[in-house]
């Protein structure tokens, strides 16, 4: 194989692979390239422009053109020119460069260059620009750039946002044009990097005609766990590769020469294309190399830091408020606030001041220089604080109804009062004043106070703090009275489970006992709640990390709490990979591009959401640890927070992400990686709070021994006597003798289709065995028509329920001698249905004065829409009705069951997923497509579809057969 390149000062990572496949490549002169009997002596040419939309010199492009038309195989990117436009079949107009939540899709499965990739495979540019334009004849094309959902393959299901573009075409196998600059994948840190090292090992094989796979030349060296280690735990050596290295070996680096000797590290095979050592054990702390050498000559290096526990936090928390003060500080003492974030895609820096970002940020600098002891970081953290409380984010108008309450985005002007009242916002900002004012005695963050205050009087009569009715001009107008008669009684920890943490505090602080009996009526209500009937915002596994704060608030109040809090704990723990990463669960908003959504698609997607969930679970664990001494939750604290400090960015090339803390994060290809489905804050967000400060905040606590709990003084503010009665709620005889409860689906196998449940163990010596009930209706009851069965350990499969189908479950615990304790929570479970969905019917396109319909009829027997049994009580009747089959209000989001329609547009006249643009999704038989119509008829990419249809999706996602195509005329 000889490749010859022309790359015009751009980057050439191919050349690694021309290597591996035993090829040989070398730059064309610019004679050469002039000249199509010169450029005949190569198997394939690149021609590759460091500028995006440059134009090829006339007498190049017709030499190309008579090399490709003699044969000649040939790959461009980034050159245009009408004879290129006619040899490739796409016509280039312009260069787009704004960076979108676009990701590349595979869209021919057929193609060498797909070798290796399923047709709807994903790959991330990371916002790259790209020539826009239209196709010139019939050309095939193999990848499209696309707004899609899903993480790893295009999610059907999703609703079309956006028409695909072409970006790589090929009119026919040899001969390849893209519209992006494909070969900056290295440079410009496009993700899913093993995804883009097999499309350019593709590209390199389909121009040379090497017969090797990728797999057969893939090489990849690193340590199990990755990046460092403290001194004395074990690590081990890890090769992908298809063949073992020659030798593999280890030396300390050192500043002096002496000792600086390489040690040989045997490896064993481990798997298919994997080999490993034996744990090895470094005691001596430093950074060690490894070097893995193989026959051919090709060396690998890795790096492996070894360093204590607490210099590593350290090192950690310092480097990233080294960031924070680099990219988001105004000024760089503080006293002018912090911005919102840095978005590392679009290399730019949110602006926005965020009363929430700042109170986390200020408490981080504070707490590390205590724990450090440099005193210029509490100095630091105290000017942000002073910058937020002395400012004009809070509303200080005693007079209207919001007085109390912060701003969501920046300063208020004279007369200006908040209007969005976010729950969780505005209780960061009173929690650190609470802990400042704690701290420093500075009277100034007594206003902190006013916040619980405003809190407590929008608390309605079931304890919920119903985040719907908070609305500046509603409480100036009429007073808190609407939110005290409101009917919610729905918690969802990420918003208005939130305040419930501040009543521990304010009483702590003011010997109140109003603000004990009001933040204890919240706290029933979270309680009641618990843990089954929480209302989601981004995930399953977010519920548990954010309702874990609150609850350890109260852990030193309430027994309740504290066991609410354990349940929380066990539930993380679960999710919890060996790495130390969250892995989220349960995404109930896959099918939108909706803010405030998940990073993740499905369920087992190796996904950590750090923003959202691993920051805030990793601060509530640390409270836990701190009110209860239970060593289990500092032990999953260390875990995560070593794998914090492990993905850490280390990129001092760039000062813009250096030290920082993106949103999500792949720890099985162990890079920053996630669904765009959020469009607000996306995968590459880099918040200063939420994010980077909370990590910060708690990290430093553990090292400072320190904590955000409320101190508790029983001489200035003793527990009335009815609050020393619900302390003792649970009774001595069933103490701590109740399981916690989880349940989740099994994929079915010889066996079929399952439940799972496990529960943590009750305290104390262990039980003799546990008994499980279940009921079809709520609650299962500890009775003998309930019973299914019992268990040794804690867990249990239900192979007998019926997917579909709700089922209630209870377990209790049995001593020997057979007493029986109290039930656990009852948790609710519906395993999801895996069958054939009948198509619509009788699907026609109408277009008259009132614009362009598709309507159909639903599938025959089909019921109506109806009401979840988890769903909130007052979600029915407020929020959204059924009438005649059909989902009043906001359908994407309402809480039913039943069949849903999604229409579909398609390349051709088999309209099949994942093949097709989901137009919209509906619950109604009628879609108005009057827009979608407009917009179709402006489109020039040349990829525009010709029929459409619908199909039918029940609540478990089953997407039916399409209903008969429709064609598109006009």
């Not at 869209?107 to 399923?118: L, R």
């Not at 521990?504 to 009996?517: C, E, I, K, V, Y």
């Not at 010709?946 to 429709?966: F, I, M, R």
């Amino acid at each position: 194989m000889r490749l010859g390149v022309w790359h015009n000062g751009a980057p050439f990572p191919f050349g690694t692979w021309i290597d591996r496949l035993g090829g040989m490549w070398e730059e064309v002169e610019s004679d050469t390239l002039r000249s199509a009997r010169a450029l005949a002596r190569f198997d394939g040419l690149l021609l590759l422009s460091s500028q995006l939309g440059a134009t090829l010199p006339d007498d190049v492009a017709a030499a190309v053109a008579g090399y490709v038309e003699a044969g000649g195989r040939l790959y461009v990117e980034g050159w245009t020119h009408e004879r290129l436009a006619e040899l490739v079949g796409f016509r280039a107009r312009g260069t787009r460069a704004e960076r979108s939540v676009r990701r590349l899709v595979v869209w021919q499965g057929s193609s060498p260059v797909a070798d290796g990739f399923e047709p709807m495979d994903l790959l991330d540019p990371y916002g790259a620009p790209f020539l826009e334009g239209e196709l010139a004849g019939r050309p095939g094309v193999l990848l499209v750039l696309a707004e899609v959902l899903g993480t790893y393959r295009v999610h059907f299901g999703r609703v079309g946002v956006g028409d695909p573009h072409p970006a790589l075409i090929s009119p026919r196998d040899g001969v390849y044009y893209a519209t992006l600059l494909l070969t900056r994948y290295r440079d410009d840190r496009f993700v899913l990097r093993e995804r883009w090292e097999r499309l350019a090992f593709n590209l390199v094989k389909a121009l040379g005609g090497s017969g090797r796979s990728f797999e057969e030349v893939h090489r990849r060296l690193l340590t199990d766990p990755p990046v460092w280690v403290p001194p004395g735990e074990p690590a081990r050596v890890r090769v992908e590769a298809a063949v073992a290295p020659d030798r593999v070996q280890l030396r300390r680096i050192l500043p002096e020469a002496a000792g600086n000797s390489w040690e040989l590290i045997p490896l064993r095979a481990a798997g298919a294309r994997a080999f490993e050592s034996e744990p090895l054990v470094l005691r001596e702390p430093g950074v060690y190399e490894l070097r893995a050498t193989w026959a051919d000559g090709e060396q690998i290096h890795y790096r492996l830091d070894v360093s204590d526990r607490q210099v590593r936090y350290r090192q950690s928390v310092g480097r990233n408020l080294e960031w924070l003060r680099r990219n988001l500080f105004v000024t760089p003492d503080g006293t002018g606030g912090v911005y919102e974030r840095v978005e590392s895609n679009t290399r730019s820096i949110g602006k926005d001041l965020r009363p929430d970002c700042i109170a986390e940020t200020a408490a981080a600098c504070w707490t590390f220089g205590k724990a450090s002891g440099d005193e210029s970081w509490m100095r630091v953290g105290r000017n942000l604080a002073k910058h937020l409380y002395d400012g004009r984010y809070q509303d200080r108008d005693a007079g209207v109804g919001t007085f109390g309450f912060w701003n969501w985005m920046g300063e208020l002007a004279p007369g200006q009062h908040p209007e969005n009242i976010f729950t969780d916002d505005n209780t960061w900002a009173s929690l650190v004043g609470m802990v400042f004012l704690r701290e420093t005695g500075d009277e100034t963050f007594g206003r902190a106070l006013d916040t619980v205050r405003a809190f407590q009087k929008t608390l309605n009569a079931a304890g919920c703090h119903d985040y719907l009715f908070l609305r500046g001009s509603v409480l100036n107008t009429v007073g808190p009275v609407p939110c005290r008669l409101s009917p919610g009684t729905s918690v969802v920890p990420h918003y208005n489970g939130m305040p419930v943490a501040l009543y521990p505090h304010a009483w702590a602080a003011t010997g109140d006992g109003s603000l004990l009996r009001d933040g204890w009526r919240a706290l029933e209500l979270m309680l009641a709640s618990h843990p089954i009937r929480y209302g989601y915002d981004v995930s399953r596994t977010e519920i548990y990390a954010r309702a874990l704060l609150p609850l350890a608030m109260w852990s030193r109040v309430s027994v309740k709490a504290r066991e609410a809090a354990l349940d929380c704990m066990a539930y993380l723990e679960r999710r919890t990979d060996e790495t130390g990463a969250l892995q989220e669960w349960d995404n109930e908003d896959k099918d939108l591009f909706v803010a405030d959504s998940a990073v993740f698609h499905e369920n087992g997607e190796p996904i950590a959401d750090i923003m959202y969930v691993q920051s805030f679970a990793l601060f509530g664990l640390w409270q836990l640890y701190r009110a209860t001494g239970d060593g289990r939750a500092r032990a999953l604290f260390e875990k995560m927070a070593d794998f914090l400090v492990r993905i850490q960015i280390a990129d001092p090339e760039d000062p813009l992400v250096d030290g920082g803390w993106k949103r999500s994060f792949d720890y099985r290809h162990w890079e920053w990686y996630g669904s765009p489905q959020d469009p607000a804050w996306g995968p590459y967000v880099m918040e200063s709070g939420w994010c980077n400060a909370v990590i910060d905040w708690a990290i430093a606590q553990y090292l400072a021994g320190d904590d955000a709990m409320p101190r508790f003084d029983e001489r200035a503010c003793p527990l009335p006597p009815w609050a020393v009665a619900l302390q003792t709620v649970t009774t001595p005889a069933t103490e701590g003798r109740v399981p916690v409860l989880f349940t989740e689906d099994l994929p079915a196998k010889g066996e079929g289709h399952g439940i799972a449940l496990f529960w943590r163990p009750p305290e104390g010596p262990p039980p003799s065995g546990y008994r499980v009930y279940r009921s079809s209706t709520f609650p299962a009851l500890p009775r003998a028509d309930h019973l299914l069965g019992e268990a040794q350990g804690p867990a249990f499969v239900d192979r007998s329920a019926q997917p579909g189908t709700w089922y209630f479950y209870a377990v209790t615990a049995v001593r020997d001698g057979g007493d029986e304790g109290p039930p656990s929570a009852c948790v609710a479970h519906r395993s999801p249905r895996r069958g054939p969905v009948p198509a619509p019917r009788h699907a026609e396109l109408v277009r008259d004065g009132q614009g362009v319909r598709l309507r159909w009829e639903p599938p025959e027997g089909t019921p109506p829409p109806a009401l979840r049994p988890d769903a909130p009580p007052e979600a029915f009747g407020l929020h959204y009705s059924v009438e005649n089959h059909v989902v009043r209000g906001v359908p994407e989001r309402a809480p039913f069951t039943g069949v849903r329609y999604l229409v579909l547009a398609g390349w051709g006249p088999e309209v099949r997923p994942p093949r097709a643009e989901v137009v919209t999704s509906t619950y109604d038989t009628t879609c108005d497509l009057t827009s979608w119509w407009e917009q179709l008829r402006q489109r020039r990419t040349g990829l525009v579809p010709s029929h459409l249809s619908v199909v039918a999706v029940d609540d478990d996602g089953n997407a039916g057969e399409p209903a008969e195509p429709v064609a598109i005329e006009g």
